[in-house]
């Protein structure tokens, strides 16, 4: 437990982070790399490069030093990052390695700033908040151990499908190479995919959401190939140097974004490669008859772009579901389900008063499809989201 003292302490600090801003993350990771550079096989660089990864931290300790007095407050946020560092195998000793660089950083910026008190309160601060995450990482992690199928750290799986799906995404089968069941997930979440190449500085570690219904025997993800703004390094390799019968490393389905089956009609919303958590719901409601109405609204470039397209057409028909597909180029009028343009909630009518949405894609399509519901009348309780890489609220 924090004292009042410590608690003060830290809250009086917060105009020194936010004045300091990402310039302190910044020097936390030139430090801790320079220092522990073995961690780089942890961190995805390509976001420290893009600065992602410095804001979001930032923005996590100044939300942390904000709520300190009452950390239930935080506890999404705890649960969403804690799922996601499961995926990168964290351990304990990785919160010590974290904590000493953050204290030195303090130390190194604030200079006269950083008394003993400051120091001590952010000590105690620190072992508190990394004393949370551990305890529940450690939960997640026994849980997997305890379920059919289930293991902790990497496991070997051989590919033994791979399927265009469109232009851009294509889709990876992985079997466990001992042949042994694997852990069922909950549609929507994600495996961790470990790359290791001679070509690579740095092992690579990235999250693909599962694209199909759990099976119990395999798992599917499926990756679009990342060319703007820059290739991306992992979903490029994965396309063009993988192919059947290589061997990868996963680690154990994670994460907070799933379907809860609450007897409610439901709307799974997606953008890009945003559909292939909404396609493994999708598969999964279809799998067990799901008896409440299903909307399946899909926005992409253009027809060539559009994955699981007839898949996803036959489900929808057999089930006499409602599947409407925006592309934003290709297309010279809109007919009853496909149109062109923006996703627009207005063309469809949706079950706005009880439904469960789920939200996929681009960070700004999901504030805007969220702010669209929202205007519409849907509380915002019953709009669920994933982002892809560091954490976004909105």
């Known amino acids: 437990m924090l004292s009042k003292s410590d608690i003060d302490i830290v809250k009086s600090t917060i105009p020194l982070l936010e004045e300091g801003g990402s ?6 990771y030139k430090r801790m790399f320079k220092h522990h550079p073995e ?12 600065g992602r990864q410095k804001v979001a931290l930032i923005e996590a300790i100044i939300g942390y030093a904000k709520n300190i007095e009452d950390l239930s407050t935080i506890k999404t946020v705890v649960e969403k990052i804690a799922h996601k560092h499961t995926s990168f195998n964290i351990q304990p000793e990785h919160y010590k390695i974290v904590g000493l660089h953050f204290i030195e950083t303090l130390r190194e910026l604030l200079g006269k700033l950083f008394t003993q008190e400051v120091e001590q309160a952010w000590l105690h601060a620190y072992q508190v908040l990394a004393s949370i995450f551990i305890n529940r990482e450690h939960e997640l992690y026994q849980n997997n151990l305890a379920s059919n199928g289930g293991w902790t750290g990497k496991r070997a799986f051989k590919i033994v499908e791979k399927n265009v799906e469109s232009d851009l995404v294509t889709s990876f089968v992985f079997s466990p190479v001992d042949m042994q069941p694997v852990i069922d997930y909950k ?13 690579f500085p740095y092992t690579e570690i990235r999250q693909y959401s599962l694209s199909n219904t759990p099976n119990g025997k395999d798992y599917r993800i499926s990756v679009k190939k990342e060319l703007l703004p820059q290739p991306g390094l992992v979903s490029n390799y994965l396309h063009d140097q993988l192919a059947i019968g290589d061997i990868i490393d996963l680690y154990a389905p994670a994460g907070d974004f ?45 027809e060539q772009q559009h994955s699981f397209k007839v898949r ?6 057999s089930l006499n579901w409602h599947a409407h597909t925006w592309y934003n180029e290709g297309l010279d009028s809109s007919t009853n389900n496909t149109h062109k343009g923006l996703m627009d909630f207005s063309a469809v009518d949706l079950p706005l008063e009880d ?26 309780n019953r709009v669920h989201y994933e982002v892809f890489g560091p954490h976004d609220n909105f």
């Open 312 to 317: 996803t057409n036959d489900i929808c028909q």
């Open 355 to 380: 439904a469960d949405f789920y939200l996929c894609g681009p960070v700004g399509f999901m504030k805007y499809a969220k702010q669209s519901l929202v205007d519409l009348g849907v509380e915002p």
């Open 23 to 28: 310039s302190i993350t910044d020097h936390f």
């Open 39 to 50: 961690v780089k096989h942890i961190f995805n660089i390509s976001n420290q490069h893009n």
């Open 187 to 199: 549609p929507g979440q994600y495996v961790g995919v470990e790359v290791a190449d001679k070509n």
């Open 258 to 302: 799933f379907f809860a089956n609450k007897n409610k009609p439901v709307v799974l919303v997606s953008a890009g490669v945003g559909v292939t958590p909404m396609q493994a719901m999708l598969e999964y409601k279809a799998s067990i008859a799901y008896q409440q109405p299903v909307y399946y609204l899909h926005a992409c470039e253009n």
